[in-house]
């Protein structure tokens, strides 16, 4: 199982957890196949995070980032804590954090740009 951010979602996964409004109604079922559709929708009523089946997405960020980085840097900035249970549960939530950010600013920088219509081509791009 796996929480991920709605926009490293692809067509295929399966849900692990329902999707949920802020009032408890369910509205998408646990072990519901995504669908491109269904991703869309999802985006339109503003949900950001799904947990689905397995882990089908490296969270490692792939590259330097300033997310990457700050993960790289947790365990020099947590080094004195240890021994303290609270410390280290906010060093995993930071790690889960920090790694959710990374693959999401590597799965925008690896979108491919929006293309300009024909007219704006010939135009060299300009509005």
Not at 38 to 48: G, I, K, P
Not at 54 to 75: A, C, Q, S
């Amino acid at each position: 199982m796996q929480k991920i951010p709605l926009n490293l979602a692809k067509p295929g996964m399966k849900l692990a957890k329902p999707i949920l409004r802020e009032n408890g109604l369910v509205l998408v079922a646990e072990n519901t196949e995504l669908s491109e559709s269904l991703l869309e929708r999802l985006e339109r009523m503003d949900v950001a995070m799904i947990t689905v089946q397995g882990n089908p997405v490296d969270l490692g960020g792939g590259g330097k980032n300033p997310y990457t980085i700050r993960v790289e840097r947790l365990d020099h900035l947590f080094r004195k804590h240890g021994d303290d249970p609270w410390m280290v549960k906010l060093r995993a939530h930071l790690k889960d954090y920090f790694l959710l950010k990374a693959a999401s600013a590597t799965v925008i920088a690896e979108s491919p740009e929006q293309t300009l219509p024909a007219e704006q081509k010939e135009q060299g791009g300009a509005a």
